[in-house]
């Protein structure tokens, strides 16, 4: 079943099931039920992805490779959809007052503020989405230079000039993501702790960023007081919001490997999810895949792991081998080389033309869901405190 006929599904089932229920208290195995459900969409949906990396590894070229534009819409699609169904089981219909009980009391307020973290990774990320778009139009003033024929001398200077700047670009992204080079920025809300939610009050996708600000150190945040859950809570609410913290920190994680952004040295690459949980299984192989890439990545310096970028990056610096080393006129053999390493580019670039729009926009979506879940779950907490709250 596709997961948006999947997701459907489900969250008729919690809708209907709460409305027929006065009170969940005396409900746990159907409470258990959802449970399970819910984990075993979560594991679909990701195995989905893992599945789909691994089949790209063969020349299938309609299969979308492991991170490419694509395959990262896929990611942020499935984490559309796991925070939908997260959102309906714990809060859809429910007594306010178990939401406080311990340990949600605790639990939900630390996930409110992954959310708060990973609402400013979706602001550095976009302004990597803008590089990367500066980047591919020197990558098209090279395309149409050595498109040209005969390839002559004027040509070759252009494209190299073009592919020149690019590959600088590209490698100055990333010592300037390890130094922290850049602006003053403000935060994606207003401070941490703040229960300022109006819509109109939440900056958009566009701010500079601090010189202190590091995607590294917001991930190891987002990261470091997440533990599974035991014994009893293994069964209830604890469940799914461990969970959705380890989908929320994974996708963050995941566009920060992909896409330039700032200070991304020391970059986590474990995750704090027991092996043995089943739905965590393609997570975990995701992440231990990434995290080699990143690694290597880390060895040799580059400016991330988007396919699209990595492939440009490549040819960009094979074909100013070629313009150092052109003679008018040139080989024939050679001459054909990059004619194919020219069609290879252009194809790059009509892939990241016609997808970094389409991922940035639903960037922007994963922000504004963000930001709007975040508010209705303060709502919920405010409401559920002052039901607690005995009247003098």
């Known amino acids: 079943m596709p997961a948006t006929e999947y997701q459907g599904s489900f969250l008729g089932r919690i809708s209907i099931r709460r409305n027929q229920i006065a009170s969940m208290d005396g409900n746990h195995e159907q409470e258990i039920e959802d449970l399970e459900i819910f984990q075993k969409h979560v594991a679909d949906r990701f195995s989905e992805l893992l599945s789909a990396s691994d089949a790209a590894a063969t020349p299938d070229a309609s299969v979308d490779p492991l991170l490419s534009i694509a395959w990262l819409r896929k990611l942020l699609d499935a984490f559309l959809c796991c925070e939908a169904e997260f959102k309906a089981l714990v809060f859809m219909g429910r007594d306010p007052s178990q939401i406080v009980r311990p340990p949600l009391d605790r639990l939900i307020p630390e996930l409110l503020e992954r959310v708060v973290k990973a609402l400013d990774v979706c602001n550095a990320v976009t302004h990597g989405v803008e590089s990367i778009r500066h980047w591919y139009k020197l990558a098209e003033i090279a395309v149409t230079a050595l498109e040209q024929r005969p390839i002559g001398e004027g040509q070759v200077r ?7 700047s690019l590959v600088a670009a590209m490698t100055m992204e990333d010592k300037e993501s390890s130094t922290s080079k850049a602006t003053e920025r403000a935060w994606s809300f207003g401070r941490r702790g703040s229960k300022d939610r109006t819509a ?62 700032q200070e991304r040295n020391g970059l986590p690459t474990h ?8 739905w965590a299984q393609s997570i975990i192989g995701l992440q231990e895949r990434i995290g080699e890439e990143w690694k290597k990545k880390e060895k040799k310096g580059s400016a991330g792991l988007l396919e699209e970028m990595q492939k440009m990056e490549k040819l960009g610096q094979s074909l100013i081998e070629f313009a150092d080393s052109f003679h008018f006129p040139a080989e024939p053999e050679r001459v054909e080389e990059v004619a194919a390493q020219v069609a290879e580019l252009a194809e790059t670039c009509r892939k990241l033309e016609e997808g970094l729009c389409p991922l940035q926009l639903q960037i922007r979506e994963v922000f504004h869901r963000m930001v709007r879940s975040r508010g209705e779950m303060l709502d919920i907490l405010d409401q559920a405190g002052k039901v607690a709250t005995p009247i003098m």
């Open 158 to 164: 252009r494209a190299k000039k073009a592919l020149t």
């Open 200 to 261: 109109g009050q939440f900056r958009s996708l566009y701010w500079n960023v601090s010189k202190s600000w590091s995607a590294a150190k917001q991930i190891q945040s987002m990261l470091g007081n997440i533990s599974a859950p035991r014994g009893a809570e293994s069964t209830g609410l604890p469940l799914p919001v461990f969970v959705m913290s380890i989908v929320l920190s994974f996708v963050t994680w995941t566009l920060v490997a992909a896409i330039p952004c």
């Open 271 to 278: 995750f704090p999810i027991p092996r043995q949980l089943t």
